[in-house]
């Protein structure tokens, strides 16, 4: 009977355990609830990038065309997408779902990740995602940051997003 009742409880504690190990902290799941809605990309701004610039992100396409596009962050189950709306450009017409979370590492700020995903919700780009530093986090407005290498020199492109 002692034998059984301390299996139980190990078992207990074992899972326990594994769900702490497994949780996000307060201060991630705080900035989850901020980010949850929806929001417009108004505005990348870039540094260390003279002239004019044209470069792919998050492997999809120029940015010029993510500037106007919708994002849309649910917290409690981490998904979303993003909606290119802006074909005046030549951009292409794009509704992409995401996986997204905090990211929180020892001894650093916590940062944005997410990952593209197919029709399917698959993960895409062999299940590689983005990762970006925020600058601001408010209410209702929103920078990250993600450091690239531009003609071989480090630059930064700004992601500035508000509410909807």
């Given at each position: 009977?002692?034998?059984?009742?301390?299996?139980?409880?190990?078992?207990?504690i074992?899972?326990?355990?594994?769900?702490?190990?497994?949780?996000?902290?307060?201060?991630?799941?705080?900035?989850?609830?901020?980010?949850?809605?929806?929001?417009?990309?108004?505005?990348?701004?870039?540094?260390?990038?003279?002239?004019?610039?044209?470069?792919?992100?998050?492997?999809?396409?120029?940015?010029?065309?993510?500037?106007?596009?919708?994002?849309?962050?649910?917290?409690?189950?981490?998904?979303?997408?993003?909606?290119?709306?802006?074909?005046?450009?030549?951009?292409?017409?794009?509704k992409?779902?995401?996986?997204?979370?905090?990211?929180?590492?020892?001894?650093?700020?916590?940062?944005?990740?997410?990952?593209?995903?197919?029709?399917?919700?698959?993960?895409?780009?062999?299940?590689?995602?983005?990762?970006?530093?925020?600058?601001?986090?408010?209410?209702?407005?929103?920078?990250?940051?993600?450091?690239?290498t531009?003609?071989?020199?480090?630059?930064?492109?700004?992601?500035?997003?508000?509410?909807?």
């Open positions: 009977m002692k034998n059984s009742i301390f299996k139980t409880t190990l078992v207990a074992l899972i326990a355990a594994g769900f702490a190990a497994c949780s996000v902290s307060k201060e991630a799941r705080t900035t989850k609830r901020t980010i949850n809605g929806n929001w417009i990309l108004q505005t990348i701004t870039t540094e260390g990038i003279t002239g004019i610039a044209k470069t792919t992100i998050f492997n999809e396409a120029e940015f010029s065309c993510f500037i106007g596009s919708e994002w849309n962050f649910i917290a409690n189950n981490s998904m979303g997408s993003y909606t290119i709306v802006d074909n005046k450009k030549g951009c292409p017409a794009i992409r779902f995401i996986r997204w979370s905090i990211y929180e590492p020892k001894d650093s700020a916590n940062e944005f990740q997410f990952k593209r995903l197919d029709d399917k919700k698959n993960a895409m780009d062999d299940g590689a995602g983005y990762r970006l530093s925020f600058t601001e986090l408010e209410k209702d407005k929103m920078k990250l940051k993600t450091t690239i531009f003609n071989g020199n480090p630059a930064a492109l700004i992601y500035n997003f508000v509410r909807k």
